[in-house]
């Protein structure tokens, strides 16, 4: 086994290198791990509460370049199972929450082991599951790798006794405990990292976890949840509860759940704000909700940017995995001296993309994930009406969910395309009539997720990024690939609320602190 188990806590988290795609070797070990995946298929992702495993098949997952493809038949948790599972989730985290810092630690760091071990078998899995291309199949089980072990020295420092006052006769102490069951309910677009991420993060200080994946990747959901409990986390501490919307909300309403870590789109995590808020009859104490949400987010390119870079990147924050990622840019903000050029050169840009099932290894757009998200992105864009420039690319023939990779000019700014997150393949170009300008209307945004700048000018650099909102700021390149406790990710304002996953706060969010202030003047000692 390769895991990098924590014998030595000071062990510095590195992030983990991703594949070289270039190489034919690595290719042929993706293709083959693809090749024995789907002689599995279809995966069966059953309930599974403690050491109970229900596997009564109610829902698929699908090949989304290929939706004949049925990759998991999954089991849709009933609400009788969500209370089971919390219940029994209760019952395991005070044993589990007891145990030390470091074994747990180990445990996530054993559960990274696995992951490493089947690294290029997930990487197919989110391929298939999720029409994510290799490059960022492989990027997203890094990522879950990454989250496992940077969590686990980060319950390791948060453990560690935190410096407070001393005075002479008083001893002041920190201690921070987990605060009872987490729900994590997890996108489908980083199907292994997010909810790797999430779930780590709850696991290793102490609280116990209800997984609730994407209906769109419960198999992605069930290789974390196996890799976590082959790591060593008990099976009570860890219930898997496949299903829809409905089963994240049965969850969010349980009186016995402490703090619901949700990533997701902006209606869901307001419905689940509101939802925690009001406690129920006997709940004795308050739910913390962790919502990272959607963005909108701007791209400003300055008069004297360097369209040899900016092209590239722009395509790249648009465009990868078909614009479905949070941090993806939607809106390109720039300066009208050089708007036309921008525009003509993006136009070009825009057909040498190849639009593909994520299984071929130059595509560079997969499809979007289900036929929802195509008919909501099309919609939108039809309704634009007359006086909109689109330029758009081809799509393949055959059944994948293909949307277009599309370029907007001159789209009205009260426009859905402008307005709001259409999560696909979609960048408007809108001139402006300098970086001040941009700025106003990245400011005027609900949305607060990514932001990029291309400028060569360090005064216009300094200023952008003070007045910015946003919670990840990109210069000079593109607004996508945050890496773990190298650029800590979340958004602010409508966006998200709280510490940065990825960042040395995000911990905090799970525990409860307690401080201990005790006399420790004797004024004299028991007689024997
Ligand atoms: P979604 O909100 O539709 O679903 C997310 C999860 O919530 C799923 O597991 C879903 O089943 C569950 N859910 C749906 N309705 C629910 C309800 N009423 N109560 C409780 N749970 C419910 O989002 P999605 O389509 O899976 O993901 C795309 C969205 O996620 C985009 O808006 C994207 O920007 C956002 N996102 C944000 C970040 C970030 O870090 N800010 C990262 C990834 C994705």
Redesign the pocket.
């Known amino acids: 086994m390769t895991s990098a188990v924590l014998d030595d806590p000071m062990t510095q988290f590195t992030n983990e290198p991703v594949r070289e795609l270039r190489r034919a070797p690595e290719r042929a070990r993706l293709e083959e791990a693809l090749a024995e995946l789907d002689r599995r298929l279809p995966i069966a992702v059953p309930v599974t509460i403690g050491a109970r495993v229900r596997d009564e098949p109610s829902f698929d997952s699908v090949d989304p370049s290929d939706p004949g493809r049925i990759v998991a038949r999954a089991t849709a948790a009933t609400s009788r199972e969500v209370e089971g599972a919390v219940r029994v989730a209760a019952e395991a985290q005070r044993e589990w929450g007891a145990r030390p810092a470091i074994e747990r630690a180990r445990a996530m760091s054993r559960a990274a082991g696995e992951l490493r071990e089947r690294r290029a078998e997930l990487a197919a899995l989110a391929v298939r599951e999720c029409a994510k291309p290799w490059s960022q199949a492989d990027a997203d089980v890094c990522e879950a790798i990454d989250f496992l072990e940077f969590y686990a020295r980060g319950a390791l420092a948060l453990d560690a006794a935190s410096p407070l006052i001393q005075m002479p006769g008083e001893r002041n102490t920190l201690r921070h405990r987990a605060r009872g069951v987490a729900a994590v309910?997890?996108?489908?677009?980083?199907p292994l990292a997010?909810l790797a991420g999430m779930t780590a993060a709850a696991l290793v200080t102490g609280n116990a976890v209800c997984v609730?994946?994407?209906?769109q990747s419960p198999a992605c959901g069930l290789a974390v949840v196996e890799a976590l409990r082959q790591g060593g986390v008990p099976d009570g501490v860890i219930a898997l509860l496949p299903g829809?919307?409905a089963v994240?909300?049965a969850l969010?309403e349980d009186p016995a759940v402490h703090t619901i870590a949700?990533?997701?789109?902006?209606a869901?995590g307001l419905?689940?704000l509101r939802k925690a808020a009001s406690p129920a009859a006997g709940q004795r104490h308050l739910k913390r909700v962790i919502a990272?949400?959607?963005?909108k987010n701007c791209v400003i390119v300055d008069a004297d940017a360097d369209l040899d870079e900016v092209i590239p990147a722009l395509l790249d924050s648009a465009f990868a995995f078909a614009g479905q990622k949070?941090s993806a840019a939607s809106r390109t903000l720039v300066h009208e001296r050089i708007a036309d050029e921008l525009l003509d050169r993006m136009r070009g840009a825009l057909h040498t993309l190849r639009v593909g099932p994520a299984e071929d290894f130059e595509t560079d757009v997969p499809p979007v994930i289900d036929p929802d998200a195509r008919a909501r992105i099309e919609s939108a864009l039809a309704d634009l009406g007359p006086g909109s420039e689109i330029e758009r690319a081809a799509v393949p023939a055959g059944p994948g969910y293909w949307v277009a990779p599309t370029i907007v000019a001159g789209a009205p700014a009260d426009s859905g395309v402008v307005t709001s997150?259409l999560?696909g393949p979609v960048l408007t170009i809108e001139p402006v009539a300098g970086v001040d300008a941009a700025c106003e209307i990245v400011d005027g945004l609900g949305q607060a997720?990514t932001g990029g700048l291309f400028s060569r000018d360090p005064a216009t650099i300094e200023r952008v990024a003070a007045r910015t909102p946003v919670g990840n700021f990109y210069v000079n390149r593109a607004t996508t690939g945050a890496m773990p406790g190298r650029q800590p990710?979340?958004?602010n304002r409508l966006?998200?609320m709280g510490f940065k996953?990825g960042g040395d706060e995000y911990l905090l969010q799970f525990v409860d602190a307690l401080v201990i202030t005790e006399n420790t003047v004797r004024h004299g000692l028991p007689i024997e």
Not at 185 to 190: E, K, L, Q, S, V
Request: aromatic share 14%; hydrophobic share 40%.
């Open positions: 309910i997890a996108p489908w677009n980083f997010i609730k994946p994407a209906e829809d919307g994240g909300g969010v949700f990533t997701g789109s902006g869901v419905e689940i990272e949400m959607g963005g949070c997150e999560f997720l990710f979340g958004g966006s998200g996953a």
